[in-house]
């Protein structure tokens, strides 16, 4: 933390005669890498835990300020080893969670202010996560394995229905293109169109005549994607849906993005359950890097407790 002294000569010698006080929320707890933690930056991350994962008051303190040290620590190496993670990034990864919730981010942060944290602690907790899954690709690209053999043991744990058959969808993206530097109200109005788009859209094959009435909409093919191959939070909302309709608008940096369900189709294979449990056995074994390189990592930090 850096005190800023301006320079009026009259008071200068009884500044420095008389020591400074901070307030008490503003006193430092931990350094890390020459970082302070302050009881603030505690007690936000505490509220942010017990208004998400409703934990006591005690235990989300505890959790907090380790959640503050592997912050600080995460992001000190994914500065040592180049990545850097923009606002506009934060922002998306902010919206997203807002649009899981069924909220506008306004809403998001009205909800979260309400419950005594600023918008800009979630932000802060989402860079680290963001440069940290970076800094796990480029250290474990490639080197996380999962054997066949435990992938025919989790098979035969599963139920015999499940494994005969796969969901298949044929996907199109429709996107309504935003210039980066649009205003506000540009921003507005396209996003009325883009639900103007997805209430009136009746079918991929009919789609041209009415993405005609608009300018700037940009459709790219995503082709055939079997049911586990999409992200948890886009598979959800398309097995909500029939084939002909869209998703809801999502913002991302070129615009409002929606997903067309051209086709669905039920296959017979295990494929779906088997990528599944891959994937699941893929993501234990990367926490289980993750784990063991954050602890790495740690161990060559300073930590200074207060």
């Known amino acids: 933390m850096r005190l800023r002294f301006v320079p009026v000569f009259l008071g200068l010698a009884m500044l420095l005669a008389v020591p400074i006080s901070l307030p008490a929320e503003a006193a430092i707890r931990v350094i890390v890498n020459d970082v302070p933690i302050t009881d603030y930056d505690i007690s ?51 919206n997203n969670i807002a649009r899981n919730v069924k909220m506008s981010p306004a809403q998001l942060s009205k909800a979260l202010r309400s419950g005594g944290v600023k918008p800009e602690t979630l932000k802060a907790r989402l860079k680290a996560q963001l440069a940290w899954n970076q800094v796990l690709q480029r250290k474990f690209r490639g080197k996380i394995e999962v054997h066949e053999s435990d992938i025919i043991a989790a098979l035969k744990k599963t139920d015999e229905s499940d494994r005969q058959k796969s969901i298949e969808y044929d996907l199109k993206r429709i996107i309504v293109v935003v210039p ?11 996003k009325r169109e883009s639900n103007q788009i997805r209430s009136k859209f009746d079918g991929c094959d009919a789609a041209g005549a009415l993405l005609g009435q608009y300018s700037e909409v940009v459709v790219q093919p995503i082709g055939r994607r079997l049911e586990t191959e999409l992200p948890a939070n886009m598979r959800d909302e398309i097995n909500e849906l029939t084939p002909g309709k869209l998703t809801k608008p999502s913002t991302t940096p070129v615009g409002f993005e ?10 017979a294979s295990d494929i779906a359950v088997r990528t599944e449990l891959e994937n699941e056995l893929r993501a234990k074994e990367g926490e289980s890097q993750s784990r063991r390189f954050l602890n790495e990592v740690r161990r060559r930090a300073t930590i200074i407790h207060r």
Do not use: P
Not at 49 to 67: C, N
Not at 180 to 190: A, E, H
Not at 258 to 267: D, L, P, S, T, Y
């Open 180 to 190: 980066k530097n649009s205003s506000g109200g540009f921003k507005s109005k396209r």
């Open 44 to 94: 936000q991350r505490s509220r942010l835990i017990t208004l998400t994962q409703r934990k006591s008051a005690s235990v989300a303190k505890r959790q907090a300020k380790e959640e503050l040290i592997d912050d600080q620590i995460k992001l000190a190496e994914a500065e040592r080893v180049g990545v850097d993670i923009d606002q506009s990034t934060i922002d998306n990864a902010y």
């Open 258 to 267: 929606m997903i067309a369900i051209c086709g669905k189709r039920e296959i």
